[in-house]
């Protein structure tokens, strides 16, 4: 399979982004290399008493704009170069909406569909407690993705904190609401990915739409961010016309009843089967006739190998790194605008920001709050990032870099005359 590499693809991104605005050399090399990378490995009881040994990661990217932040991600693929490769797009994605955080991130190597709840708690607890020494509310502050949740970072709350014997609920981000959550984080990645949207229409980026109502979408992945994408696209009155999930797809070309399919997938555990629509593959709804794709799954949905398949007017990269560099280049050359992660699905790690503010300041804000910042936020930067790439004549995605590169290479030689930022280092 013609898959470029996550990382390679970033850092090719980043070269392209630092030519352009000839930043000084030691930041570039800072940029394209990680502050520190950590493998740690660590045994867990099962539940028929056997016991395993699991690996998990935790990358730090860069700190340049302030503490590491990123998630933590449970998938039997996990690895380093994937890690690596999402906690620089966490830099990256913090610069493009202008948030004082870094980029980290961490995954485990398991499959969280196998395991029982007693032993998802005991492996986060045993992650914990490896990679305690190098997070903290003011070092680097993970979040959910893939396969976790609020339930997991509460366990990450609790083990960190006996291992220090500390009340630090800033530590993680995404928590449940009882344990200084923010209201508006479940649905801040696919708010902040509407709104997106919205902006980018609204300044006539997508030929021959002007709203989303009727407009034909297909979304790929349907949990935290697709799942609720999907829903909100169908309260503005969008045709969800297929979605899909690891095991399998549905399509109804008149459009999915979103309320019904969330409810089918609660109880079944997949969307396949729904009634009132077809089952198909997850490569067919990718090649499937719409204004909208938006993939938000995993990386490397669309590749040189189906690229050419793809008939959607524009795609919204919800989930990272889901388009490859490469395929990206060829759907700009065909005229269709994609809507690059590192800009579509900030959102999620600006409610976390806000989240983290809140717990510093022990504040609570309302929904409405939390709501307008967001919306505020995506979209003057995303006014930034499409005006950047007009300017420059490149693809959104390299404007994007270009916005991000620029202000991280501001702040990189102020603070590093600064006494903060000296302090802040000790810490590390
Ligand atoms: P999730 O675990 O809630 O959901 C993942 C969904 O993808 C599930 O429905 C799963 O069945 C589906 N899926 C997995 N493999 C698939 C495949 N091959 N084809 C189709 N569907 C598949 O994860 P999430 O939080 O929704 O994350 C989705 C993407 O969004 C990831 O790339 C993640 O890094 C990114 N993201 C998430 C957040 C967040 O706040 N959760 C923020 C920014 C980016």
């Keep these: 399979m013609n898959q470029s590499s996550p990382y390679e693809s970033a850092k090719e991104l980043l070269e392209e982004a630092s030519d352009r605005l000839r930043i000084e050399d030691w930041i570039r090399e800072a940029l394209m290399m990680t502050h520190r990378e950590l493998h740690v490995t660590f045994p867990i009881e099962m539940d028929d008493g056997s016991i395993k040994i699991f690996n998990g990661y935790r990358v730090q990217h860069n700190h340049m704009r302030g503490p590491f932040k990123g998630g933590i991600r449970y998938h039997w693929d996990v690895n380093l170069d994937e890690v690596r490769a999402l906690a620089t797009w966490m830099t990256i994605k913090c610069a493009v909406v202008d948030i004082p955080l870094g980029g980290g991130k961490g995954g485990v190597v398991c499959n969280p569909k196998d395991m029982s709840e007693k032993e998802l708690e005991r492996m986060t607890r045993g992650f914990v407690r490896r990679i305690a020494p190098v997070i903290g509310s003011s070092i680097d502050i993970p979040a959910p993705d893939v396969y976790t949740n609020a339930k997991v970072m509460r366990w990450i709350v609790e083990e960190y904190n006996k291992c220090f014997g500390k009340k630090d609920l800033a530590v993680v981000t995404g928590k449940p609401l009882d344990m200084g959550g923010s209201e508006g984080r479940e649905e801040a990645t696919a708010l902040g990915g509407l709104y997106v949207l919205k902006q980018v229409i609204k300044e006539g980026f997508v030929k021959g739409v002007d709203t989303l109502k009727d407009k034909r979408v297909v979304v790929q992945g349907f949990g935290n961010v697709g799942g609720i994408f999907a829903r909100l696209a169908f309260e503005e009155g969008a045709k969800v016309i297929a979605v899909s999930d690891s095991k399998g797809a549905i399509v109804n070309n008149e459009g999915l009843d979103i309320p019904k ?168």
């Design 261 to 428: 399919v969330i409810q089918h997938k609660k109880k079944n555990g997949c969307v396949g089967d729904c009634s009132g629509s077809t089952n198909a593959t997850n490569e067919q709804i990718l090649e499937l006739d719409c204004d909208i794709l938006v993939p938000a799954a995993l990386e490397n949905a669309i590749t040189t190998e189906n690229v050419r398949m793809i008939k959607a007017g524009m795609v919204l990269e919800l989930g990272n790194g889901s388009v490859s560099a490469n395929a990206d280049k060829r759907l700009s050359k065909k005229g269709i605008i994609v809507i690059p992660d590192v800009l579509a699905n900030a959102g999620g790690v600006t409610v976390s920001y806000f989240e983290w503010k809140q717990n510093l300041a022990k504040k609570h804000w309302s929904k409405e709050e939390v709501y307008n910042k967001l919306e505020r936020i995506m979209k003057r930067n995303t006014s930034l990032v499409l005006d950047t790439a007009k300017k420059n004549k490149v693809t959104v995605r390299l404007g994007a870099y270009i916005v991000a590169v620029s202000r991280i290479a501001e702040k990189a030689k102020i603070e590093l005359k600064s006494s903060h930022y000296q302090c802040f280092e000790k810490l590390l």
